[in-house]
């Protein structure tokens, strides 16, 4: 079984966030794998174990040929990758990254399944996978929690509002994953070096087949008009226990009536 | 401006996220619709859709298959006919696969973690917020309609518009392809005791401070107990396995805005503190003065959650 994992190369949350010139996220500096789509790669790989054959293949669109993130989840394990980068991707919405994730699917050939996470820890639109099943005219078993392959089929208990369904469709399919989906490996020192070596097919828009018009700017047809500081909200008062700190909370609930 | 709301349910009702979308449908445009893709009780969800000021219920029956995923195909084909401006969604499950469908079939962008609405004109402005909730961000669509947007619950208040019961319009569900080949086999409810975390007036959330997993029962969900609330998290211990994400507040999980949060051995990284800022009070208890949850918190108590805790949830049983 051959899956594809969709993972996205980001700035380090570690580090505080900035804007660049044109008000997009700075992806200027070094990027790393999104943690949540470690979960993804851990579970296709576990999947194409289980299936006794085939490989991980990954996508990821990011700029600047970047391809730290995808060495690591080459250490990990996948076999090879794509990386569409592309200046005329900049500002790229959700819909303009699924058109190109759909035509990299379309690229790699002979994809079973395809892997993405629930939503992505800077853009957390959470409406990616979707749109790329739609592209590629595919069900796709969203917000899952769990997932197994049997009898040429996929099944995965989804999340609801009020606890989860068991959900299965026919391959090929897409999946998105939460995260503790499984427990992501760390890579081992002789994954690390294979990975070097491993293929990384880089390619542009225009090699999907993709205009400009379509992506980056033009296809997020929208502008930010306004950027501010959100308003603090103001500290109030803070004490050191000294063995009465359960009474002070008690008193502040009574003021507020809650007790 | 057409304003068209897509309708959940959960639990047989109409989940107040819903209703918040509905309130600002109102606020924004002179005709308001709803759509209801589902088997509940059709008559009843018109009459809650209705009570908040929707006119018309579209129903759309997704047989076996995932709601949003096979309704947009019949969206599209709606809108295509009645060409609605905007098409409102909750930042949910089956509202983000609705929308995340219907934006291909239509070739429209989405806006999404709407946190703000507003219209002056036909001009809409949407407001959203990025790193964490820091930075507030407004957004105009360049291209007509319908705008395709999702918003977060709890951005606004629900308020009742007093109207009657929608009517309801069945449409026949459009071909959906292979989106309708994904099948709910089974439905699954995990019980849950006392009031809904989104809807309690009180909420005890317990972080990574409170030490072990099996301290999560003595220490927050008793104190949350004692003072008829619910139950919370911060992600390091959804992650961790010590409770389920469903309990989890914060960037990627819940919204809350209670009259009373109080924040259990949590840090208060802005992940966490996008998700209940918005909270009438908040209690912190944290044995790090320098924790960033005390520049939100009301009351702070720099001192140990196992100290604290069980005398304060024996003070407060001491007086009920
Ligand atoms: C993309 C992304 C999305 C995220 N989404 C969320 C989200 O939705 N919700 C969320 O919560 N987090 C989210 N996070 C994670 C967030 O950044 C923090 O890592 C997380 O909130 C930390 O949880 P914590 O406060 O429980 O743990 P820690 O940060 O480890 O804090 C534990 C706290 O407990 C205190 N403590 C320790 N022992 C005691 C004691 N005995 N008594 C009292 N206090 C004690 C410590 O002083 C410390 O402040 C997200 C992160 C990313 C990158
Ligand atoms: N630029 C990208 N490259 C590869 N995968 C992506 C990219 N953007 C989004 N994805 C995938 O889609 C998921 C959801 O993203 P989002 O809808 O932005 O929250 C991510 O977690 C990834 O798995």
Known sequence: MNVAVCVKQIPDPAVPGTLSADKTLDRAGKLILDESDSYGVEMALQLVDAAGGGEVTLISMAPNDEVSGLR????????????????????????????????????????????????????????????????????????SKHVEIADGKVKVQRQTEAGYDEVEASLPAIVSVTAGVVEPRYPS???????????VDKVTAADLGLDAGQVGWAGARQEIVN?????????????????????KVVAFLEQLKVV | MKVWVFAEVALDKVTTATLELLTKAREIGSDVEAIYAGAGDAAAVAASVGAY??????????????????????????????????????QSYDGRDALARLSVKLDKPVLTNGMSLSANGDALTFGTAIFGGVTLVDVKLTTDGPALIAIRPKSFAAEESGGAAAAVANVATADSGRAA???ILAQHVEEQQGPKLEEAAVVVSGGRGIGAAENYEPLVEELAKVLKGAWGASRAIVDAGWVPYALQVGQTGKTVKPKVYIALGISGATQHLVGMKGSDNIVAVNKDGEAPIFSVADLGIIGDVHKVVPVLIEALKAKS
């Open chain 2, 53 to 90: 000021g929707a006119t018309k219920l579209h129903v759309i029956d997704p047989g076996d298959g995932l709601p949003g995923q096979v309704a947009a195909a019949t969206i599209a084909q709606l809108a295509g006919e009645q060409s609605p401006d905007v098409i409102l969604f909750a």
């Open chain 1, 72 to 143: 690591t989840a080459l250490a990990m394990g996948a076999a090879k990758a794509i990386l569409v980068s592309d200046p005329a991707l900049a500002g790229s919405d959700a819909l303009s990254t699924a058109k190109i994730l759909a035509k990299s699917i379309e690229r790699a050939g002979d994809i079973d399944l395809v892997l993405a996470a629930t939503e992505s820890s800077d853009g957390y639109t959470g409406t990616v996978p979707a749109q790329v099943a739609e592209l590629l005219g595919w069900p796709a078993l969203t917000f």
């Open chain 2, 181 to 183: 080949e994904a099948k």
């Open chain 1, 227 to 247: 950027i501010e500081q959100a308003p603090a909200r103001q500290a109030g008062e803070k004490f050191e226990d000294d063995g009465t700190g359960a009474e």
């Open chain 1, 189 to 199: 020192f002789k994954g690390i070096m294979a990975a070097k070596n491993k293929p």
